[in-house]
Protein backbone atom coordinates (compact mmCIF):
# COMPACT_ATOMS: atom_id res chain seq x y z
CA UNK A 1 0.00 0.00 0.00
CA UNK A 2 2.68 2.42 1.21
CA UNK A 3 4.86 1.41 -2.15
CA UNK A 4 1.28 2.67 -4.98
CA UNK A 5 0.95 5.85 -2.23
CA UNK A 6 4.80 6.32 -2.95
CA UNK A 7 4.46 5.77 -6.76
CA UNK A 8 1.57 8.49 -7.37
CA UNK A 9 3.23 10.86 -4.92
CA UNK A 10 6.55 10.40 -7.41
CA UNK A 11 4.72 10.63 -10.80
CA UNK A 12 2.57 13.54 -9.67
CA UNK A 13 5.61 15.47 -8.70
CA UNK A 14 7.50 14.86 -12.03
CA UNK A 15 4.47 15.73 -13.95
CA UNK A 16 4.01 19.10 -12.42
CA UNK A 17 7.73 21.15 -13.16
CA UNK A 18 7.18 19.46 -16.99
CA UNK A 19 4.03 21.68 -16.64
CA UNK A 20 5.36 24.79 -15.36
CA UNK A 21 7.93 24.44 -17.80
CA UNK A 22 5.85 24.47 -21.18
CA UNK A 23 3.43 27.17 -19.39
CA UNK A 24 4.91 30.07 -20.99
CA UNK A 25 5.31 28.33 -24.49
CA UNK A 26 1.71 27.38 -24.84
CA UNK A 27 1.03 30.74 -24.18
CA UNK A 28 3.18 32.42 -26.51
CA UNK A 29 1.31 29.68 -28.77
CA UNK A 30 -2.18 30.77 -27.87
CA UNK A 31 -1.39 34.65 -28.60
CA UNK A 32 0.37 34.07 -32.00
CA UNK A 33 -2.65 32.06 -32.88
CA UNK A 34 -5.18 34.21 -31.72
CA UNK A 35 -2.93 36.89 -33.46
CA UNK A 36 -2.69 35.30 -36.79
CA UNK A 37 -7.01 35.17 -36.78
CA UNK A 38 -7.51 38.11 -35.82
CA UNK A 39 -4.69 39.35 -38.45
CA UNK A 40 -6.91 37.11 -40.92
CA UNK A 41 -10.07 38.22 -40.20
CA UNK A 42 -8.82 42.07 -39.63
CA UNK A 43 -7.95 41.54 -43.66
CA UNK A 44 -10.70 40.15 -44.95
CA UNK A 45 -12.66 43.06 -43.64
CA UNK A 46 -10.31 45.55 -44.99
CA UNK A 47 -10.93 43.36 -48.53
CA UNK A 48 -14.51 43.60 -48.00
CA UNK A 49 -14.46 47.57 -47.15
CA UNK A 50 -12.28 48.37 -50.43
CA UNK A 51 -14.92 45.98 -52.45
CA UNK A 52 -12.33 43.74 -53.72
CA UNK A 53 -11.15 40.65 -53.58
CA UNK A 54 -8.14 38.29 -52.33
CA UNK A 55 -5.46 37.76 -54.71
CA UNK A 56 -5.87 41.28 -56.56
CA UNK A 57 -3.06 43.74 -58.07
CA UNK A 58 -1.66 46.83 -56.38
CA UNK A 59 -3.77 48.59 -59.42
CA UNK A 60 -7.23 47.63 -58.58
CA UNK A 61 -6.42 48.48 -54.75
CA UNK A 62 -5.53 51.99 -55.66
CA UNK A 63 -7.94 52.42 -58.18
CA UNK A 64 -10.98 51.22 -55.79
CA UNK A 65 -9.45 54.05 -53.76
CA UNK A 66 -9.73 56.78 -55.79
CA UNK A 67 -13.41 55.50 -56.28
CA UNK A 68 -14.15 55.32 -52.57
CA UNK A 69 -12.15 58.48 -51.63
CA UNK A 70 -14.45 60.41 -54.13
CA UNK A 71 -17.67 59.43 -52.44
CA UNK A 72 -16.49 59.62 -48.99
CA UNK A 73 -14.21 62.28 -48.43
CA UNK A 74 -15.07 65.20 -45.90
CA UNK A 75 -13.45 67.31 -49.04
CA UNK A 76 -15.10 65.89 -51.45
CA UNK A 77 -18.21 68.04 -51.46
CA UNK A 78 -20.76 64.40 -51.81
CA UNK A 79 -24.24 63.83 -50.30
CA UNK A 80 -22.11 60.97 -48.93
CA UNK A 81 -18.88 62.17 -47.26
CA UNK A 82 -18.21 60.94 -43.99
CA UNK A 83 -14.84 61.51 -42.24
CA UNK A 84 -15.27 58.55 -40.05
CA UNK A 85 -15.52 56.08 -42.88
CA UNK A 86 -12.95 57.76 -44.83
CA UNK A 87 -10.30 57.35 -42.13
CA UNK A 88 -11.42 53.22 -42.03
CA UNK A 89 -11.11 53.20 -46.05
CA UNK A 90 -7.92 54.93 -45.65
CA UNK A 91 -6.16 52.41 -43.16
CA UNK A 92 -7.86 49.66 -45.16
CA UNK A 93 -5.92 50.64 -48.02
CA UNK A 94 -2.58 50.82 -46.35
CA UNK A 95 -3.23 47.66 -45.05
CA UNK A 96 -4.37 45.69 -48.15
CA UNK A 97 -1.69 47.85 -50.16
CA UNK A 98 0.79 46.49 -48.29
CA UNK A 99 -0.43 42.89 -47.97
CA UNK A 100 -0.84 43.15 -52.06
CA UNK A 101 2.38 44.05 -52.47
CA UNK A 102 3.81 41.43 -49.73
CA UNK A 103 2.19 38.91 -51.94
CA UNK A 104 3.99 39.67 -54.89
CA UNK A 105 7.04 39.45 -53.77
CA UNK A 106 6.54 36.69 -52.06
CA UNK A 107 5.67 35.42 -55.74
CA UNK A 108 8.51 36.73 -57.72
CA UNK A 109 10.93 35.60 -54.74
CA UNK A 110 9.69 32.23 -55.13
CA UNK A 111 9.78 31.73 -58.71
CA UNK A 112 13.19 32.60 -58.66
CA UNK A 113 14.43 30.30 -56.01
CA UNK A 114 12.39 27.46 -58.40
CA UNK A 115 14.19 29.33 -61.42
CA UNK A 116 17.22 28.79 -59.78
CA UNK A 117 16.58 25.48 -58.60
CA UNK A 118 15.95 23.79 -61.65
CA UNK A 119 19.11 25.93 -63.16
CA UNK A 120 21.43 23.98 -60.65
CA UNK A 121 19.62 20.59 -61.44
CA UNK A 122 19.39 21.18 -65.23
CA UNK A 123 22.29 19.35 -67.63
CA UNK A 124 24.78 21.99 -69.11
CA UNK A 125 26.36 21.10 -72.36
CA UNK A 126 30.21 22.55 -72.22
CA UNK A 127 30.82 25.23 -74.78
CA UNK A 128 33.40 23.35 -76.28
CA UNK A 129 31.14 20.28 -76.79
CA UNK A 130 28.25 22.25 -77.78
CA UNK A 131 29.92 22.90 -81.43
CA UNK A 132 30.87 19.37 -82.03
CA UNK A 133 27.54 17.22 -82.64
CA UNK A 134 24.60 18.60 -84.23
CA UNK A 135 26.31 21.62 -86.17
CA UNK A 136 25.98 23.49 -82.99
CA UNK A 137 21.61 22.92 -83.35
CA UNK A 138 19.33 22.87 -80.58
CA UNK A 139 19.75 23.60 -76.58
CA UNK A 140 19.22 20.94 -73.56
CA UNK A 141 20.30 17.56 -72.67
CA UNK A 142 21.99 15.46 -75.85
CA UNK A 143 18.71 13.67 -76.37
CA UNK A 144 16.63 17.05 -76.39
CA UNK A 145 19.21 18.33 -78.79
CA UNK A 146 19.18 15.07 -81.14
CA UNK A 147 15.40 15.42 -81.30
CA UNK A 148 15.83 19.20 -82.25
CA UNK A 149 18.59 18.48 -84.42
CA UNK A 150 16.58 15.67 -86.40
CA UNK A 151 13.81 18.72 -86.85
CA UNK A 152 16.08 20.44 -88.49
CA UNK A 153 17.64 18.44 -90.92
CA UNK A 154 13.47 17.24 -92.24
CA UNK A 155 12.83 20.84 -92.62
CA UNK A 156 16.01 22.03 -94.36
CA UNK A 157 15.69 18.45 -96.91
CA UNK A 158 12.22 19.71 -96.91
CA UNK A 159 12.96 22.99 -98.41
CA UNK A 160 15.93 22.00 -100.54
CA UNK A 161 13.37 19.56 -102.27
CA UNK A 162 11.03 22.52 -102.98
CA UNK A 163 13.80 24.66 -104.38
CA UNK A 164 14.43 22.34 -106.78
CA UNK A 165 11.42 21.34 -108.01
CA UNK A 166 10.62 25.09 -108.24
CA UNK A 167 14.07 25.62 -109.96
CA UNK A 168 13.30 22.68 -112.04
CA UNK A 169 9.67 24.25 -113.04
CA UNK A 170 11.72 27.49 -114.09
CA UNK A 171 13.52 26.31 -116.16
CA UNK A 172 10.98 23.82 -117.94
CA UNK A 173 8.39 26.37 -118.54
CA UNK A 174 10.30 29.84 -118.11
CA UNK A 175 13.61 29.29 -119.68
CA UNK A 176 14.19 32.75 -121.02
CA UNK A 177 12.98 34.67 -117.54
CA UNK A 178 15.10 36.90 -115.70
CA UNK A 179 15.33 34.82 -112.92
CA UNK A 180 16.45 31.50 -114.77
CA UNK A 181 19.22 33.65 -116.40
CA UNK A 182 20.46 34.68 -113.01
CA UNK A 183 20.66 31.57 -111.82
CA UNK A 184 22.75 30.65 -114.62
CA UNK A 185 25.07 33.39 -115.48
CA UNK A 186 25.73 33.33 -111.24
CA UNK A 187 26.61 29.44 -111.55
CA UNK A 188 28.93 30.49 -114.51
CA UNK A 189 30.70 32.81 -112.80
CA UNK A 190 31.34 31.14 -109.69
CA UNK A 191 32.77 27.87 -112.18
CA UNK A 192 34.64 30.53 -113.51
CA UNK A 193 36.11 32.22 -110.44
CA UNK A 194 36.63 28.92 -109.06
CA UNK A 195 39.13 27.52 -112.46
CA UNK A 196 40.46 30.97 -112.10
CA UNK A 197 41.65 30.65 -108.27
CA UNK A 198 42.60 26.64 -109.34
CA UNK A 199 45.05 28.15 -111.82
CA UNK A 200 46.12 30.71 -109.42
CA UNK A 201 46.96 28.34 -107.41
CA UNK A 202 48.76 25.91 -109.69
CA UNK A 203 50.98 28.93 -110.62
CA UNK A 204 52.06 29.68 -106.88
CA UNK A 205 52.82 26.04 -106.31
CA UNK A 206 55.02 25.89 -109.53
CA UNK A 207 56.54 29.42 -108.37
CA UNK A 208 57.28 27.99 -104.77
CA UNK A 209 58.68 24.74 -106.47
CA UNK A 210 60.81 26.82 -108.53
CA UNK A 211 59.52 26.09 -111.84
CA UNK A 212 59.60 29.01 -113.12
CA UNK A 213 63.54 29.48 -112.48
CA UNK A 214 65.37 28.19 -115.45
CA UNK A 215 63.32 30.01 -117.94
CA UNK A 216 64.93 31.35 -120.69
CA UNK A 217 64.85 35.22 -121.52
CA UNK A 218 64.40 35.25 -117.13
CA UNK A 219 64.92 38.89 -116.02
CA UNK A 220 64.68 40.52 -119.48
CA UNK A 221 62.14 43.08 -121.06
CA UNK A 222 59.41 41.39 -123.51
CA UNK A 223 60.32 42.33 -127.06
CA UNK A 224 57.62 44.74 -128.36
CA UNK A 225 56.11 44.30 -131.31
CA UNK A 226 57.27 47.23 -133.77
CA UNK A 227 56.09 46.12 -137.51
CA UNK A 228 52.20 47.36 -136.79
CA UNK A 229 51.78 50.22 -134.15
CA UNK A 230 48.18 49.89 -133.66
CA UNK A 231 47.73 46.49 -132.26
CA UNK A 232 48.65 46.36 -128.13
CA UNK A 233 51.79 45.47 -127.57
CA UNK A 234 50.63 43.28 -125.05
CA UNK A 235 48.52 41.20 -126.84
CA UNK A 236 50.82 40.76 -129.20
CA UNK A 237 53.22 39.30 -126.91
CA UNK A 238 50.23 36.99 -125.50
CA UNK A 239 49.36 35.52 -128.83
CA UNK A 240 53.57 35.09 -129.77
CA UNK A 241 53.89 32.73 -126.96
CA UNK A 242 50.58 30.90 -127.00
CA UNK A 243 52.24 30.31 -131.19
CA UNK A 244 55.73 29.66 -130.19
CA UNK A 245 54.37 27.00 -127.54
CA UNK A 246 52.64 25.09 -130.19
CA UNK A 247 48.80 26.92 -129.41
CA UNK A 248 46.04 27.16 -131.97
CA UNK A 249 43.03 29.03 -132.26
CA UNK A 250 40.16 26.70 -131.82
CA UNK A 251 38.71 27.83 -135.45
CA UNK A 252 41.99 26.93 -137.33
CA UNK A 253 41.86 23.25 -135.75
CA UNK A 254 38.52 22.98 -137.09
CA UNK A 255 38.93 24.15 -140.31
CA UNK A 256 41.74 21.75 -140.39
CA UNK A 257 39.71 19.19 -139.36
CA UNK A 258 36.74 19.86 -141.97
CA UNK A 259 39.07 19.64 -144.23
CA UNK A 260 40.40 16.58 -143.40
CA UNK A 261 37.07 15.12 -143.19
CA UNK A 262 35.43 15.97 -146.14
CA UNK A 263 38.97 14.38 -147.76
CA UNK A 264 38.07 11.24 -146.51
CA UNK A 265 35.00 10.95 -147.14
CA UNK A 266 35.38 11.55 -150.79
CA UNK A 267 38.53 9.38 -150.90
CA UNK A 268 36.15 6.65 -148.86
CA UNK A 269 33.22 7.12 -151.35
CA UNK A 270 35.60 6.37 -154.79
CA UNK A 271 37.15 3.75 -153.10
CA UNK A 272 33.49 2.13 -152.58
CA UNK A 273 32.72 2.94 -156.40
CA UNK A 274 35.61 1.42 -157.68
CA UNK A 275 34.89 -2.05 -155.56
CA UNK A 276 31.82 -1.97 -157.94
CA UNK A 277 31.61 -2.85 -161.51
CA UNK A 278 30.04 -0.97 -164.82
CA UNK A 279 27.63 -1.25 -165.94
CA UNK A 280 26.20 -2.30 -161.89
CA UNK A 281 24.41 -5.27 -161.36
CA UNK A 282 21.39 -4.26 -159.10
CA UNK A 283 22.56 -6.12 -156.05
CA UNK A 284 25.34 -3.65 -157.11
CA UNK A 285 23.15 -0.74 -157.40
CA UNK A 286 21.46 -1.97 -154.17
CA UNK A 287 24.60 -1.52 -152.32
CA UNK A 288 25.90 1.48 -153.92
CA UNK A 289 22.60 3.34 -152.95
CA UNK A 290 23.76 2.17 -149.58
CA UNK A 291 26.74 3.86 -149.69
CA UNK A 292 25.10 6.88 -150.91
CA UNK A 293 22.71 6.63 -148.15
CA UNK A 294 25.68 7.05 -145.84
CA UNK A 295 28.01 9.62 -147.47
CA UNK A 296 24.50 11.89 -146.98
CA UNK A 297 24.47 11.09 -143.56
CA UNK A 298 28.85 12.22 -143.20
CA UNK A 299 28.00 15.13 -145.20
CA UNK A 300 24.99 16.27 -142.55
CA UNK A 301 27.04 16.16 -139.73
CA UNK A 302 30.08 17.54 -141.38
CA UNK A 303 27.62 20.40 -142.45
CA UNK A 304 26.52 20.77 -138.45
CA UNK A 305 30.68 20.79 -137.67
CA UNK A 306 30.50 24.21 -140.62
CA UNK A 307 27.93 26.06 -138.90
CA UNK A 308 30.06 25.99 -135.74
CA UNK A 309 33.06 26.71 -136.84
CA UNK A 310 31.07 30.11 -138.94
CA UNK A 311 29.83 31.10 -135.47
CA UNK A 312 33.74 31.27 -134.03
CA UNK A 313 35.59 31.97 -137.07
CA UNK A 314 36.78 35.56 -136.26
CA UNK A 315 37.19 36.81 -140.65
CA UNK A 316 34.05 36.49 -142.74
CA UNK A 317 35.94 35.55 -145.68
CA UNK A 318 37.35 32.21 -143.84
CA UNK A 319 33.53 31.35 -143.55
CA UNK A 320 32.46 28.03 -145.67
CA UNK A 321 29.38 27.27 -147.27
CA UNK A 322 27.52 23.62 -147.20
CA UNK A 323 28.53 20.66 -149.01
CA UNK A 324 26.14 19.33 -151.51
CA UNK A 325 26.04 15.37 -151.31
CA UNK A 326 24.54 14.99 -154.60
CA UNK A 327 27.18 16.98 -156.25
CA UNK A 328 29.78 15.10 -154.44
CA UNK A 329 28.21 11.46 -155.68
CA UNK A 330 28.20 13.08 -159.53
CA UNK A 331 31.53 14.34 -159.32
CA UNK A 332 32.81 10.76 -157.60
CA UNK A 333 31.38 9.37 -160.09
CA UNK A 334 32.63 11.60 -162.98
CA UNK A 335 36.16 10.77 -161.70
CA UNK A 336 35.60 6.96 -161.81
CA UNK A 337 34.52 7.45 -165.46
CA UNK A 338 37.76 9.65 -165.97
CA UNK A 339 39.96 6.37 -164.67
CA UNK A 340 37.86 4.29 -166.71
CA UNK A 341 39.07 6.20 -169.93
CA UNK A 342 42.54 6.77 -168.67
CA UNK A 343 42.38 2.57 -167.51
CA UNK A 344 41.60 2.30 -171.07
CA UNK A 345 43.44 4.32 -173.37
CA UNK A 346 46.62 2.91 -171.27
CA UNK A 347 45.70 -0.25 -172.61
CA UNK A 348 45.32 0.34 -176.14
CA UNK A 349 48.72 2.48 -175.89
CA UNK A 350 50.69 0.20 -173.87
CA UNK A 351 54.70 1.38 -173.34
CA UNK A 352 56.43 -0.73 -176.66
CA UNK A 353 60.69 -1.62 -175.65
CA UNK A 354 61.65 0.04 -178.68
CA UNK A 355 65.23 1.51 -179.94
CA UNK A 356 63.77 4.48 -180.83
CA UNK A 357 61.94 7.21 -178.23
CA UNK A 358 59.90 8.72 -180.95
CA UNK A 359 57.13 5.74 -180.25
CA UNK A 360 57.35 5.85 -176.67
CA UNK A 361 56.98 9.71 -176.09
CA UNK A 362 53.06 9.77 -177.26
CA UNK A 363 52.23 7.07 -174.95
CA UNK A 364 53.83 8.78 -171.40
CA UNK A 365 52.20 12.32 -172.66
CA UNK A 366 48.83 11.19 -172.96
CA UNK A 367 48.77 8.88 -169.93
CA UNK A 368 50.57 12.06 -168.02
CA UNK A 369 48.09 14.46 -169.04
CA UNK A 370 44.92 12.07 -168.04
CA UNK A 371 46.51 11.87 -164.68
CA UNK A 372 46.44 15.59 -164.50
CA UNK A 373 42.43 15.80 -165.17
CA UNK A 374 42.26 13.24 -162.34
CA UNK A 375 44.24 15.06 -160.13
CA UNK A 376 41.89 18.40 -161.29
CA UNK A 377 38.84 16.68 -160.00
CA UNK A 378 39.83 15.14 -156.61
CA UNK A 379 41.23 18.31 -155.32
CA UNK A 380 38.12 20.42 -156.36
Given amino acids: MMAQILRSHLRGASVIPNRMKMGPYLGVIRTRMMSTHKSKRNMREY ?4 NLDEGCSADDVRESFRKLAKQYHPD ?10 FIRI ?21 VEDTE ?5 FKYKTPQHRHYLSFEGIGFGTPSQREKQYRQFRADRATEQVMEYQKQKLQSQYFTDSVTV ?8 R ?11 D ?3 ESMAKGDFDNLSGKGKPLKKFSGCSYIDPMTHNLNRILIDNGYQPEWILMQKEIKDTIDQLREAILVSRKKLGTPMTSAEQKQWNQVCEQFQENIKKLNKR ?5 LIVPLLTRQKVHFDAQKEIARTQEIYMTLIKTKEVTDKNPYNIDPGEGEKTPGVKTSFFNWMNVWKFIKI
Fill in 47 to 50: YELL
Fill in 76 to 85: GGSSTADSAT
Fill in 90 to 110: EEAYRKVLSHVIEQTNARQSK
Fill in 116 to 120: EEEEK
Fill in 181 to 188: KDVRHSKE
Fill in 190 to 200: KITQAIERLVE
Fill in 202 to 204: LIQ
Fill in 306 to 310: INDFN
